[in-house]
């Protein structure tokens, strides 16, 4: 292999590292392990044989890669951070195979994570340290805690709904939208008309008793446009265009939220909040685009 450093301290027993991968002090790299371009695998690190490390990888010190793992390009590991590929272990009793756990391009998992078996972890995810990772996390959602839970959306900026309707920048397609609201002595009455809404609903569809940390959405539709409204509670709304993305916060019913086609979506929020969504189309499976990937290059095919 050439240009390829191996620590002298250091055993790579794999033909299959790419070049710029650096080896260090008392890591192990297993013969059927693949590492790709790039890497820095750090002081102590075991790689296992059945393993795929994709380029631009940082795993530091501490960890072990079982059997099952893949990693993405540009993914960085935190010391400690500890995978499983087992979910019933016993000494010398092995599963016909192990369970795989993915995680997909550009994501971060922080110092002393714990991950279970199988789940996947998606492009531009942020773990914080410590976490304990139960099932699949979203596309650049940032999650913490035991287990963890989504707070936020990685390089989203944040911003609450409010009178001023200018907290979204104009060349963003998403829009807030006030609605008609009176309130007396009877209470409050929140309405709007046709002319109100940027398309004529064919269909609406509410989400409530959302369990804390939990999301829903994460997809983009081809050509269906939605209105969201938080019925109750507080619920957060990213909205990502593959460029720029913004996290909305609301906690009235006095706003909505239009998302367009092609805008990739996640709500999160207090469990007691309901959300309400008026959708411009019936429902059709396969206006859904769920894979973060394919919504980024169907993005950048519209613009060139």
């Keep these: 292999m050439s240009n390829v450093f191996v620590h002298p301290q250091g055993l790579c027993e794999s033909k299959q590292v790419g070049e710029g991968t650096r080896i260090w002090a008392f890591a192990h790299v ?9 890497c820095n695998i750090c002081d102590g690190v075991f790689v296992e044989n059945d393993v795929i490390i994709g380029d631009g990888v940082t795993i530091k010190s501490g960890v072990q890669l079982w059997d099952g793992i893949r990693l ?9 951070a500890t995978f499983t590929n087992d979910i019933y272990p016993r000494s010398k009793q092995y599963p016909p195979s192990f369970s795989q756990t ?17 789940v996947r972890i998606g492009t531009g995810a942020m773990i914080g340290g410590g976490a304990v990772v139960v099932r699949d996390i979203p596309a650049r959602a940032v999650v913490v805690g035991n287990p963890c839970r989504i707070i936020g959306y990685a390089g989203a900026t944040e911003v609450v709904a409010q009178a001023n309707q200018t907290v979204l920048p104009t060349n963003f397609r ?8 009176h309130t007396d002595r009877r209470g409050t009455l929140t309405a709007a008309d046709k002319d109100a809404l ?3 609903p064919k269909r609406f569809f509410m989400v409530r008793d959302v369990p804390d940390g939990e999301a829903r959405g994460t997809h983009a539709h081809r050509s269906c446009h939605q209105f969201m409204i ?4 507080e619920i957060a709304v990213v909205l990502d265009d593959g460029k720029q993305a913004f996290v909305v916060r609301l906690a009235s019913s006095n706003f909505g939220i239009h998302v367009p086609p092609l805008i990739w979506s996640m709500q999160y929020g207090s469990s007691d909040a309901t959300l309400l969504v008026l959708c411009s189309e019936a429902y059709e499976r396969s206006d859904y685009i769920d894979d ?11 613009v060139s």
């Design 230 to 233: 938080a019925a109750s509670g």
């Design 174 to 181: 998403p829009r807030l939208i006030r609605l008609d609201t």
């Design 102 to 118: 993915i995680v997909e391009n550009d994501a971060s998992i922080g110092a002393n994570v714990t991950i279970l078996p199988g």
């Design 72 to 80: 993405g390009n540009r993914v960085f590991v935190g010391p400690n």
């Design 30 to 38: 297993l013969p059927g392990a693949r590492i790709g371009q790039d």
């Design 292 to 302: 973060y990937l394919e919504f980024r290059n169907l993005v950048s095919q519209q």
């Design 198 to 200: 940027p398309f004529n």
